[in-house]
């Protein structure tokens, strides 16, 4: 069933209530996993990702056929390895998918580059980096849902990087074929908007506009871009805000059992 969007300009609303420019509701919290190093559970809206981070520790060689997404390494630097693991009954369709899937190997290329990147991987030369993504549950976002929740969990395990990856969605309120000039952009899009509707996901690191992650899989009039990439940006700040006050949270409840 086609996404109406006719209402957008009347109301002002989206199908799920929110205004153009606000987050769906976001449920964080890390060190769920007591034997992992570090650990995260995420929710945004209805997308929920479980993430665990292990290492460093000492590298692994990986085989010719390995299907884990990897980025830098070697002698002088630490490897980041990334692997999403998307339950069968995470989306509508109830399609479990194999390790060798497309979609899925792009996802873990995506992430592990973004990562290498922002990580202090120097401080830690000939090791492994991994970090395990659990998609419970698909309701749009699904990258930007990763980058959050990988992020929370390397803070959690303690491994230095340069700030925070926070990611974000934006889309336009019209599709490529309409050519509508007076489309308006959309901040974090759900699974039915991402379906009827040209999205891209960006993430920017720490509280700046300095971008490290665009992601655009959609055809999309060049003149929207921009628009779509502004309210992104500034999706992600609110993203940083909210992840900040998680972990900042978290710290003082350490602290507080610590001294008490």
């Given at each position: 069933?086609?996404?109406?969007?006719?209402?957008?300009?009347?109301?002002?609303?989206?199908?799920?209530?929110?205004?153009?420019?606000?987050?769906?509701?976001?449920?964080?919290?890390?060190?769920?996993?007591?034997?992992?190093?570090?650990?995260?559970?995420?929710?945004?809206?209805?997308?929920?990702?479980?993430?665990?981070?292990?290492?460093?520790?000492?590298?692994?060689?990986?085989?010719?056929?390995?299907?884990?997404?990897?980025?830098?390494?070697?002698?002088?630097?630490?490897?980041?390895?990334?692997?999403?693991?998307?339950?069968?009954?995470?989306?509508?369709?109830?399609k479990r998918r194999?390790?060798?899937?497309?979609?899925?190997?792009?996802?873990?290329?995506?992430?592990?580059?973004?990562?290498?990147?922002?990580?202090?991987?120097?401080?830690?030369?000939?090791?492994?980096?991994?970090?395990?993504?659990?998609?419970?549950?698909?309701?749009?976002?699904?990258?930007?849902?990763?980058?959050?929740?990988?992020?929370?969990?390397?803070?959690?395990?303690?491994?230095?990087?340069?700030?925070?990856?926070?990611?974000?969605?934006a889309g336009s309120?019209?599709?490529?074929?309409?050519?509508?000039?007076?489309?308006?952009?959309?901040?974090?899009?759900?699974?039915?908007?991402?379906?009827?509707?040209?999205?891209?996901?960006?993430?920017?690191?720490?509280?700046?506009?300095?971008?490290?992650?665009?992601?655009?899989?959609?055809?999309?009039?060049?003149?929207?871009v921009e628009g779509?990439?502004?309210?992104?940006?500034?999706?992600?700040?609110?993203?940083?805000?909210?992840?900040?006050?998680?972990?900042?949270?978290?710290?003082?409840?350490?602290?507080?059992?610590?001294?008490?």
């Amino acid at each position: 069933m086609p996404l109406d969007t006719s209402t957008y300009a009347l109301a002002l609303l989206r199908l799920d209530g929110r205004r153009w420019n606000e987050l769906r509701r976001i449920d964080a919290r890390i060190s769920t996993q007591a034997a992992a190093d570090g650990s995260a559970y995420l929710e945004m809206g209805n997308t929920k990702i479980l993430c665990t981070v292990a290492g460093p520790a000492e590298e692994r060689r990986r085989g010719a056929g390995g299907t884990m997404g990897s980025g830098g390494g070697g002698e002088d630097r630490a490897s980041v390895l990334v692997e999403v693991s998307v339950a069968g009954f995470s989306g509508v369709d109830r399609k479990r998918r194999g390790k060798g899937d497309k979609r899925t190997l792009e996802l873990q290329s995506t992430i592990a580059s973004a990562f290498t990147s922002t990580l202090f991987t120097h401080l830690y030369p000939r090791s492994t980096i991994t970090i395990s993504l659990h998609v419970l549950a698909q309701d749009g976002s699904l990258l930007a849902a990763c980058l959050n929740a990988a992020t929370l969990a390397l803070i959690d395990a303690g491994i230095p990087m340069a700030d925070y990856i926070v990611a974000c969605t934006a889309g336009s309120t019209s599709s490529y074929s309409s050519n509508d000039e007076a489309a308006d952009p959309l901040l974090d899009l759900n699974g039915t908007e991402e379906q009827e509707l040209p999205f891209l996901t960006v993430g920017t690191v720490g509280s700046g506009e300095r971008v490290s992650v665009l992601v655009l899989e959609t055809r999309v009039q060049i003149g929207r871009v921009e628009g779509m990439l502004a309210v992104g940006v500034d999706g992600c700040k609110q993203m940083r805000e909210i992840l900040d006050g998680v972990v900042r949270a978290q710290g003082k409840k350490v602290l507080e059992s610590v001294v008490s």
